[in-house]
């Protein structure tokens, strides 16, 4: 297993009052694998996601890449993993509305590559991924120049760039019609085919995580193994808790 997370709490303080959303996740991800984490909204799914990225620190816990325990990493380390070995897409996309499609997806790999030979590799694979989401005709164009559906394509692109073992998916459909959602849901299964890169995806919507290889239900804190039915009715008493 590459991703572990053991005993992970997180809690939440204002004053004297307290909110202990996770409350002791243990979960394994190996490598290639494709699992989806449901929940109603406020569950802490993003809050878990958060954390399994190196995005938030857990209250208690550990949670380990590779062997190394991801919140013993110096400021520097942990960087330096989320942006060589992770990859991010989320809900609302976050691209830099001052740059193109291209520049938002070369800006990663603009990190980590110093001298012009990488720069310009690093150009040739931005534009190479864009072609491959579709979007090869829209590289000049700006965030707002784009369609919701596109917008989600290019921050897919982006996520891709460093070659991530792991890639993270905050709700990515949750802003989109439909039809551009069923174009984002197959873009991830073919990435997760295509390049065996590891996706955690987290939703509320239990038809989406059927594509998921497992699947897991954050219910009370708790994270539990969750079979989706086959045809029929979805158990909704499990979102009214």
Known sequence: MMLSAAGVHKAYH?????LEVLKGIDLEIGSGEFAAITGPSGAGKSTLLHILGGLDSPTRGRVTFEGKDLYGLSDVELSLTRNSRFGFVFQFYHL?????????VLMPALICRADQRQKEEARRQ????LRQVGLGERSGHFPAQLSGGEKQRVAIARALINQPQFLFCDEPTGNLDSQSGAEI???LKDVNARDKAAVVLVTHNLELAKIADRVYHLRDGILVNFELPVGGRQDESLYQR
Do not use: D, I, W
């Not at 204002?14 to 307290?18: S, T, V």
């Not at 830099?96 to 938002?104: G, K, S, Y």
């Not at 931005?126 to 991924?129: H, N």
């Open 14 to 18: 204002n004053g004297k009052n307290g």
């Open 96 to 104: 830099l509305p001052e740059f193109t499609a291209l520049e938002n």
């Open 126 to 129: 931005a534009s190479g991924l």
């Open 185 to 187: 849901v197959r873009l």
